[in-house]
Each structure stands twice: as structure tokens, then as C-alpha cells.
């Protein structure tokens, strides 16, 4: 599906499309997801252009994601917190397993995530950064699936090479 919506990197959207949104998806080592292995594999990918298909969890959100949206993943929990990676939604949000033992909730929130870009876990853009860019985004949310400013979100991508859009994959 190629329409106006994937295309659009301001966000503009005709009467009657959605206008294109961005989210925040965390990353916390502290948790239980050791994220270090995964990086291991992806970042090699990453550096030769490739994308990464995965699932994340959306926190407590349950609606408003769609295929185009952008993604922002931040970690958060150990220093250097920062951003690690820039890509886009590519499913709606459905319901499956819980990833965390520890929630009071048997499922959660999940959504098709392409990752185009990854920075290593220990060098991530650095929260400050982030903030220069978007003074009013809480960088640092307790879950995923907080949205963001998509202006905000495009400035950031631009920081660390091309977005999903640009990439054409």
C-alpha cells in the first residue's frame, strides 16, 4: 500500500486520510527485556541499510497507532539514557501475552515496529539533545506508546540519518 499517509513527511493529510502521528517506545535494560543481545544482531543490519521487523509492547495504549506512524525507541532505566533507534509502525495495535511477570495485567498492548536506524544501547542520543528539540516531549515516560510531535519526531531522525520515508524500505 503506497498512499498519502506513508508519503507525507509533514504529516499533512487530504480530507478524509488520518494525518500521520509519532510515538515513544521504551527500552529499559532495568526491566525484563536484556536488550544487548538483540542490538548485537540488529546494529550490523542497521549499518548496512537493512530494516528490522519486531513487535514492541505500546504500554497502556490500545488504539490511535497506525502503519505509517513514526517510532522512537528511548532508553531509559540505566545510563546513557537517550534515543537508540528511529523507524515506523507498520500494524495496528493488538492484544497478546504480557512481556512483564511483574504487571498486573495477563496481556498487553503490542504493534509491528520497522526499525531504519539504530545507535548503540551505550551511545544514544542524549537526553539532552532530545530535549533541545522537543522542550515539552517527556523523553523519559514510564511506558511506551506516549505520542509525540511528528515535527519533533522528523527533527530527530534527521539527527541520526534517514527515517523510514526516505529510505523507501
Same mark, same amino acid.
Given at each position: 500500500?503506497?498512499?498519502?499517509?506513508?508519503?507525507?513527511?509533514?504529516?499533512?493529510?487530504?480530507?478524509?486520510?488520518?494525518?500521520?502521528?509519532?510515538?515513544?517506545?521504551?527500552?529499559?535494560?532495568?526491566?525484563?527485556?536484556?536488550?544487548?543481545?538483540?542490538?548485537? %544482531?540488529? =546494529? /550490523?543490519?542497521?549499518?548496512?541499510?537493512?530494516?528490522?521487523?519486531?513487535?514492541?509492547?505500546?504500554?497502556? @495504549? @490500545?488504539?490511535?497507532?497506525?502503519?505509517?506512524?513514526?517510532?522512537?525507541?528511548?532508553?531509559?532505566?540505566?545510563?546513557?539514557?537517550? =534515543?537508540?533507534? %528511529?523507524?515506523?509502525?507498520?500494524? *495496528?495495535?493488538? %492484544?497478546?501475552?504480557?512481556?512483564?511477570?511483574?504487571?498486573? *495485567?495477563?496481556?498487553?498492548?503490542?504493534?509491528?515496529?520497522?526499525?531504519?536506524?539504530?545507535?548503540? =544501547?551505550?551511545? /544514544?542520543? /542524549?537526553?539532552?539533545? =532530545? @530535549?533541545?528539540?522537543?522542550?515539552?516531549? *517527556?523523553?523519559?515516560?514510564?511506558?511506551?506508546?506516549?505520542?509525540?510531535?511528528?515535527?519533533?519526531?522528523?527533527? %530527530?531522525?534527521?539527527?541520526?540519518?534517514?527515517?523510514?520515508?526516505?529510505?523507501?524500505?
Amino acid at each position: 500500500m503506497h498512499d498519502r499517509q506513508r508519503d507525507s513527511r509533514d504529516g499533512a493529510a487530504g480530507e478524509g486520510e488520518r494525518r500521520r502521528r509519532a510515538f515513544l517506545f521504551l527500552v529499559n535494560p532495568r526491566l525484563h527485556y536484556d536488550p544487548y543481545p538483540d542490538w548485537q %544482531v540488529w =546494529l /550490523p543490519m542497521s549499518d548496512r541499510g537493512e530494516s528490522i521487523p519486531i513487535e514492541w509492547n505500546t504500554g497502556g @495504549r @490500545r488504539s490511535g497507532m497506525e502503519p505509517g506512524d513514526a517510532a522512537l525507541l528511548v532508553k531509559v532505566g540505566l545510563d546513557p539514557r537517550g =534515543l537508540v533507534a %528511529v523507524g515506523e509502525v507498520v500494524t *495496528r495495535i493488538y %492484544v497478546g501475552p504480557q512481556w512483564n511477570p511483574d504487571a498486573s *495485567r495477563p496481556e498487553a498492548g503490542w504493534v509491528g515496529l520497522r526499525l531504519t536506524r539504530l545507535l548503540g =544501547l551505550d551511545d /544514544p542520543v /542524549p537526553l539532552d539533545v =532530545l @530535549r533541545g528539540i522537543g522542550p515539552r516531549v *517527556r523523553w523519559t515516560p514510564r511506558m511506551s506508546g506516549t505520542e509525540v510531535p511528528l515535527d519533533v519526531a522528523l527533527s %530527530v531522525e534527521g539527527l541520526v540519518g534517514l527515517g523510514a520515508e526516505e529510505t523507501g524500505r
